[in-house]
């Protein structure tokens, strides 16, 4: 696969790899966008989405995985950790956040190269990505911050339960998600039949984005089957 048009973003807070990295990758086709923090990182992705992101673990601001969850918020790319820790703790906690490949410094460009087309071409038959920020009349949720504020800019609180039903509705925005679903991707697998924890979550997550909780236009039910968002 030819990496013309690809587009790499690089996140390390050492300068001298950063530009390393954009030198030899530009010399062979790809468009390089370089961050030096976390922060910087979900910041460019979600105004140009990258093909393919190249991440340090080390980082100034947030942990690289923190960073691999919040792009995961919303988005599919290929991640490869690009890191000095040799530690088998942060690799498994990198690759359990989403990290797609691992590569440990001192690295070969040869061997970066090979793991970029690599990731490249996995991720070419999967779905185009939604969006990093959804908008609607009311509210916008923001997948990469994990955050939802009104329209008036005012800030949501919600829970990190009530987070995780909303952020799994709305990466399926329009699509029905079924009851077995979100009780095991937000409380686990042995929750499965617990459907009552579900209306409990969701009558509390109406009442605090619906305009009128009682006629919801945003979270809906789909008797017996599961949720919906139309946003």
């Known amino acids: 696969m030819s990496a013309q048009g690809t587009r790499v973003l690089v996140v390390d807070d050492d300068p001298q790899i950063l530009r390393a990295l954009r030198i030899n990758l530009t010399a062979h086709g790809y468009t390089v966008v370089v ?3 976390g922060s910087a990182a979900l910041r460019a992705a979600a105004d140009h989405p990258p093909d393919v992101v190249v991440l340090d673990l080390g980082l100034p601001d947030l942990d690289g995985a923190e960073v691999i969850e919040g792009l995961r918020g919303w988005s599919g790319v290929p991640v490869i ?4 820790r040799t ?6 906690r990198a690759l359990d956040a989403g990290a797609d ?4 410094k001192p690295f070969g460009m040869a ?4 793991r970029l087309r690599a990731a490249v071409r996995r991720a070419a038959s999967t779905a185009v990505d939604g ?6 009349p009311d509210f916008t949720v923001d997948l990469a911050a ?3 504020a009104r329209t008036d800019g005012e800030q949501v ?5 009530e987070w995780g039903i909303l952020e799994l509705l709305v990466r399926h925005r329009g699509r029905l998600v079924e009851q077995k679903r979100v009780l095991r991707e937000v409380w686990g697998p042995q929750y499965r039949t617990e459907s009552h924890y579900l209306r409990v979550y969701l009558a509390q997550l109406r009442r605090k984005l619906e305009p009128v909780p009682s006629r919801p236009r945003y979270l809906i039910t789909e008797a017996g089957m599961g949720y919906r968002f139309e946003g």
């Open 101 to 104: 490949d691992y590569v440990t």
């Open 111 to 114: 061997e970066l190269l090979a």
């Open 157 to 161: 609180h919600l829970t990190p339960t």
């Open 131 to 136: 969006e990093a920020v959804v908008t609607t």
């Open 146 to 148: 994990k955050t939802v």
């Open 87 to 92: 530690d088998s703790a942060d690799k498994v």
């Open 35 to 37: 961050a030096a923090d």
């Open 81 to 84: 950790v690009l890191s000095a």
